[in-house]
């Protein structure tokens, strides 16, 4: 089974085909075609790739949909007195299925 380590939006993915990550938002359609040139790693049956060995490796991905993360909220209530604060923030993500590692 062949699996790859990419770096992208400041953070490190493992990931090998068919499977779906949830990412920081990346510009593009739905259905659109990706590539994540910054591969740190690729797992073989052979063994681990670093380095220089991945020059000319590259990750392909298609975008399935772009959206929001659930809601992280800080809820502030006192009783009988009409007092309710609701604070949060969602980070836009989008989803990607990873199509081909081409090593």
Do not use: C, W
């Not at 089974?1 to 990412?23: H, N, R, S």
């Not at 609701?86 to 989008?94: D, L, M, V």
């Amino acid at each position: 089974m062949m699996y790859a380590v990419i770096l992208t939006g400041g953070k490190q993915y493992k990931v090998a085909v068919d499977d779906e990550i949830f990412i920081e938002k990346l510009e593009g359609e739905q259905g659109d075609l990706i590539k994540f040139d910054q591969v740190i790693a690729v797992g073989t049956d052979d063994g681990l790739k670093t380095g220089d060995a991945l020059a000319k490796v590259a990750v392909e991905g298609e975008i399935v949909k772009h959206g929001k993360n659930k809601k992280v909220s800080i809820v502030k209530y006192k009783a009988k007195k009409g007092y309710r604060r609701k604070k949060g923030h969602r980070q836009p993500y989008t989803k990607v299925r990873i199509k081909a590692i081409n090593a």
